[in-house]
């Protein structure tokens, strides 16, 4: 999943975590970089490098939705990324006040990319759980499913039938709703993507991102 550009080769790790915190026009300044390396997984250098990116995109400190789609839309630009961009912004918004701050960033990447299967697949939930009722409906799923056919573009896919969302859909409800009642819980989703080696091996990728 590209978020930022956080592995880029032309950030320096030399530079002193001073510099780092010396911006030009200050928003918002983040914690220390040794209490992020308590809450998070990251060691301080790697911290550095994700401000170094972070303060690259947004001088500010923070990022509103808009100036986040069009970061996202510079790693997609074959389709429309700006609903799923959308979603996105909203999980990584834990505070719901309109803008993600680099420790909102940090602490959901650590999850995405440090964290126990159990924590990941818990991120994944709550990013599909659009109306955070503590389930997932087809529709929820579907909204979720037709925005990574839009983002990933007719030109990655031009034989996808316009169906090919809602089949994928109903694939995956008839494995998660294990108790076929309608909606897919946290339980279920869990258990069901455990069981499934593809989603498995996907997420061992981002092990080593960093």
């Keep these: 999943m590209a978020i930022f550009s956080v592995t880029n080769p032309f950030m320096s790790l030399t530079d002193s975590i001073e510099d780092d915190f010396e911006l030009s026009t200050v928003c918002h300044r983040p914690e220390s970089m040794d209490k992020l390396e308590e809450q998070t997984k990251f060691t301080k250098k790697e911290l550095q490098v994700l401000y170094r ?22 790693f997609f630009p074959q389709g429309d990324s700006s609903m799923y961009a ?28 440090r964290g126990t299967i159990n924590d990941r697949l818990n991120w994944a939930f709550n990013l599909y759980d659009l109306n955070k009722d503590g ?26 039938m316009d169906d090919a969302p809602r089949e994928h859909v109903e694939s995956f409800f008839q494995k998660m709703d294990q108790n076929r009642d309608g909606v897919v819980t946290i339980d279920e989703f869990i258990d069901s993507c455990k069981k499934d080696e593809n989603i498995m091996q996907s997420m061992e990728l981002f092990d080593n991102v960093i």
């Design 135 to 160: 389930c997932i409906t087809k529709e929820e799923m579907l909204d979720i499913m037709k925005s990574i056919y839009d983002m990933m573009g007719k030109y990655t896919y031009p034989t996808m």
């Design 86 to 113: 959308h979603f996105l912004f909203e999980a990584f918004d834990t505070n719901k006040n309109g803008s993600v701050s680099f420790e909102d960033f940090v602490f959901g990447l650590s999850i995405i990319l």
């Design 53 to 74: 990116g972070f303060k690259n995109e947004c001088p500010s400190g923070v990022v509103n939705e808009e100036n986040f789609k069009n970061i996202y839309s510079q």
